[in-house]
């Protein structure tokens, strides 16, 4: 299995719309967890840390359910420069990061 | 706002030549990361550093792979004799918390290497 799965993707959405993204990770030792995005060609960038209470940065919106071993990002409204690629990363306390495969998302005007 | 930076942008090479890639990470940061990341995979982690030594590697970092911090500012991965799939992007980034299992790491722009 393997450690950190999401969905495959690409999402083709029209602007304005609302998008979620699913992600999985088998060690249920992971303590931190993370959006970030890449756009094509260019680094990761955070988007946001995602937290057990879950939290809110405007239009996006992150879950994580321990217990299911599973991290949500929703984003809302969704806009042109939104179109990326999303990884879900997650890490074991003095460990490495681990990423995720990455959701491609292409917002249609 | 700071930030990580690499150099190069991108380093051509012939197969079995030995490379550099150089970071300059976030100055108050303390841990520091190589990733590489194949055209159309995922990011792949290749290595930490803490304290002046490797605290954490994969299983991709063999012997043709070292890391160096040579002064305050810079941190390197050198590849002794390049393969053919060692053409990748590779990343470095950089974290503050001594608990890195917490740190929010900060990427930089990325080297492409290409190796023919």
């Known amino acids: 299995r393997k450690e950190v799965e999401q969905d495959p993707g690409p999402f083709n959405v029209p602007e304005g719309a609302t998008v979620a993204f699913n992600c999985t990770y088998s060690?249920?030792?992971?303590?931190?967890f993370f959006w970030y995005r890449q756009d094509c060609r260019k680094e990761p960038k955070l988007l946001m840390s995602?937290?057990?209470s879950g939290n809110e940065d405007g239009r996006f919106t992150a879950q994580l359910n321990r217990a299911s071993q599973y991290i949500s990002l929703l984003i809302r409204d969704s806009k042109l420069s939104d179109s990326a690629t999303y990884l879900c990363?997650?890490?074991?306390?003095?460990?490495?990061?681990?990423f995720g495969p990455g959701t491609r998302l292409s917002v249609l005007p | 706002e700071p930030e990580v930076t690499q150099t190069p942008s991108h380093q051509v090479t012939q197969m079995g030549q030995e490379v550099i890639l150089r970071c300059v990470p976030i100055?108050?940061?303390?841990?520091f990361y190589w990733y590489r990341q194949i055209l159309g995979q995922k990011v792949e982690f290749l290595v930490s550093?803490?304290?002046?030594?490797?605290?954490?590697k994969s299983e991709i970092f063999d012997d043709q792979f070292s890391v160096e911090r040579p002064d305050g500012s810079n941190f390197t991965l050198k590849i002794r004799s390049t393969k053919l799939e060692d053409s990748a992007m590779y990343f470095c980034?950089?974290?503050?918390?001594?608990?890195?299992?917490?740190?929010?790491?900060?990427f930089g722009p990325g080297t492409r290497l290409t190796v023919l």
């Open positions: 550093f803490y304290n002046n030594e490797i605290s954490e």
């Open positions: 100055s108050n940061h303390l841990y």
């Open positions: 995602v937290y057990s």
């Open positions: 060690n249920s030792a992971s303590q931190s």
């Open positions: 980034a950089s974290s503050e918390d001594e608990l890195a299992g917490w740190g929010t790491q900060y």
């Open positions: 990363v997650v890490n074991v306390y003095g460990q490495n990061f681990v």
